[in-house]
């Protein structure tokens, strides 16, 4: 049996075979109450979006970067409005792509 490849190898294959992506980039996280936060593309691809993560979510690019830092080793990039954002609400997630 093959190990399992590490992380940064899932992440490098990542950012090769999909690289319209901005995987350093944050996507928006939108809350009920009409907040904010910072989801990590390599974390929701990975691991996927819960409700119950949502807490835990960066609230401003200075913790984005610490964690892309800590968790990917990875620099991240400033985050732009690509349109993208991921709506909480009743414990669904639902990510809306502009057409």
Known sequence: ???????SVIEDQLE???????WRRAIMVSLPA???CLGCR?????LGLKPEHVPSLPQSFEEF????RT?????ALPPIEDGKVAH?????I??????
């Open 1 to 7: 049996m093959r190990p399992l490849p590490s992380l």
């Open 16 to 22: 090769a075979k999909v690289p319209q992506i901005p």
């Open 34 to 36: 009409g907040a904010r």
């Open 42 to 46: 390599f974390c929701i691809a990975l």
């Open 65 to 68: 970067t610490a964690h892309m």
């Open 71 to 75: 968790t990917h080793g990875r620099e």
């Open 88 to 92: 909480v609400q009743a414990g669904h």
């Open 94 to 99: 639902t990510i809306v792509t502009p057409s």
